[in-house]
């Protein structure tokens, strides 16, 4: 599914990830873990062509996206779906707008977008919240709603970026659990967090990153 | 219905959207536009007519070429015809004019003192000037007569209309462009985050710019249409001032102003928030 060779990316002098190489198979559950500035927010703006490597290359289902033209960006991103520490809710829009507006953007029918994000809301357990507004809900509900616009397309990627940095731990299990049971129905995950309870509680695949190197890549492993 | 039409409906969908958040603001922009277009509508009909009040008066007067005594009148005016600028040749023989004049003067018995006379209408009255130097040379002409401090001045107001009209547009063109601009520029600036989530969720990058651009399109419309009021006010005073000094007014003249100026809207519209896009919109 991803694949890294000898990247590097570099911001100046700085090498935020250096000669990174790893190897991601579809299906995985994978922990990407280290302190802040180690590289794992770097290592996933790679992944969804945020950036561009310096070096090396980014290979997303079969294609390097650093070669990739910015016309083909969108649907490398549709084919992913993407989770943010901060949430990134349009609050002015209800949690069926939220959810929906990706896939109106693709031109899917009335009926089809709201089977699809029936069917996000039920995933992440929030079926009876779809005409809330975000400033309704509390932390861990926004961020089930993040997760169920980045599913509703059905993608076979999910990258989360520090999911939990916002919670409380209670909230953090029931969110890795949410995005445990999608990768057990086929969905790639990638979850980037320095949140050791997490990691050490669900026992999968952990990349320990430190200054831009990849130190440890152990299967069911625990942090550090 | 296919998933083209049904994301131009989207679209269309998303800048309604856009409208309805700016609130207050759409007014003030519209509203400034509209003040703008109509300085130019109003203008713009204003020289439209001033022209064509010049063109009148002008058509009245005429080059009045008189002969050598002998000379072919009817040769004379074969030459003329050869000018691209004629519009109107009629040849006076001295019989006429002189059978004229009786009619008009009460006269003595007396020889025809008077020449063969060829009278001619210019189209472009500017080039009056011209058309006299390389008359006078011709060697069957003795003379030629004409009103030539009306037609200095007609040519003058006709040159400073064109030219004033000219510096009009583009001086309120580019106000009602940088107004657009700015505007459109607030808006992206206010949905940045909303742009980003879009972004980083694969929509499409013409799916994001296009709603901006027919937001500025709406308000240049909007702006346009407004204008039109003043110009229709205008437009009755016009036709009253034409009464007094019995000149026709043609009301295709206003049509033309109301097309261009909803046009002018139209494209600046679109023009001015294109490139706000495309300046401050990266996708």
């Known amino acids: ?58 290979i997303v289902g079969g294609v390097d996206v650093a070669k990739m033209r910015e016309t083909q960006i969108p649907y490398l991103r549709r084919r992913m779906g993407i989770v943010f520490q901060d949430f990134k809710l349009l609050c002015d829009q209800n949690v069926f707008d939220n959810v929906a507006f990706v896939i109106k953007a693709l031109g899917m029918s009335s009926r089809e977008i709201r089977r699809r994000v029936k069917g996000a809301l039920k995933i992440v357990g929030l079926p009876d919240k779809a ?51 999608i990768n057990k129905r086929g969905t790639t995950v990638i979850v980037a967090t320095h949140d050791q309870m997490i990691v050490n509680h669900f026992k999968k695949r952990v990349i320990t990153l430190d200054q831009g190197k990849v130190i440890k890549d152990i299967n069911s492993g625990t942090y550090g | 219905m296919s998933i083209e039409v049904r994301i131009f409906f989207r679209i269309l969908g998303e800048t309604v959207k856009g409208i309805q958040r700016s609130k207050w603001m759409n007014l003030v922009i519209i509203t400034t536009m509209a003040a703008i277009l109509s300085i130019f509508s109003c203008l713009f009909r204003s020289s439209l007519f001033v022209s064509h009040f010049v063109s009148e008066i002008g058509d009245s007067i005429e080059v009045s070429v008189y002969l050598k005594p002998e000379k072919d009148p009817k040769a004379l005016a074969k030459k003329f015809t050869d000018y691209k600028n004629i519009k109107k040749i009629k ?99 206010s949905r ?24 500025g399109v709406f308000y240049g419309f909007c702006g346009a249409f407004l204008s039109v009021i003043p110009l229709v006010i205008l437009n009755s005073y016009m036709y009253k001032l034409a009464k007094l000094f019995y000149i026709t007014v043609d009301p295709a003249n206003t049509q033309i102003v109301i097309i261009s100026v909803l046009l002018m809207g139209i494209m600046v519209g679109a023009v001015g928030s294109v490139f706000s896009v495309k300046k401050y919109l990266k996708v």
């Open chain 2, 192 to 215: 940045k985050q909303e742009i980003e989530i879009m972004r980083m969720m694969g929509v499409s990058d013409w799916y994001i710019k296009a709603p901006y651009i027919f937001q």
């Open chain 1, 131 to 181: 005409y809330a507004y975000p400033g309704q809900l509390s932390g861990g509900e926004q961020q089930r709603v993040s997760i169920a616009r980045a599913i509703v397309n059905g993608p076979p990627l999910l990258i989360a970026d520090e999911p939990t940095g916002n919670l409380d731990p209670q909230t953090s299990l029931e969110i890795m659990e949410i995005l445990e049971q």
């Open chain 2, 91 to 189: 040849i006076i023989t001295r019989e006429e004019a002189w059978k004229e004049m009786q009619q008009q003067v009460d006269i003595p018995e007396l020889k025809n003192p008077l020449p063969d006379t060829v009278r001619v209408k210019l189209k472009d009255k500017t080039q009056v000037k011209q058309f006299i130097e390389v008359v006078k040379k011709l060697e069957e002409v003795e003379g030629v007569q004409y009103a030539e401090q009306l037609a200095e001045n007609i040519s003058r107001i006709g040159h400073f209309i064109n030219t004033a009209a000219i510096i009009i547009i583009i001086v309120l063109g580019s106000l009602t462009f940088s107004i657009i601009n700015n505007t459109i520029h607030l808006v992206i600036e």
């Open chain 1, 1 to 58: 599914m991803i694949k890294l060779r000898n990247t590097v990316k570099k911001y100046g002098r700085q090498r935020a990830l250096d000669c990174a190489n790893l190897h991601i198979k579809v299906g995985e559950f994978v922990f990407l873990v280290g302190a802040s500035g180690a590289g794992k927010s770097t290592l996933m703006r790679l992944v969804y062509r945020e950036e561009k490597p310096s070096r090396g290359q980014v």
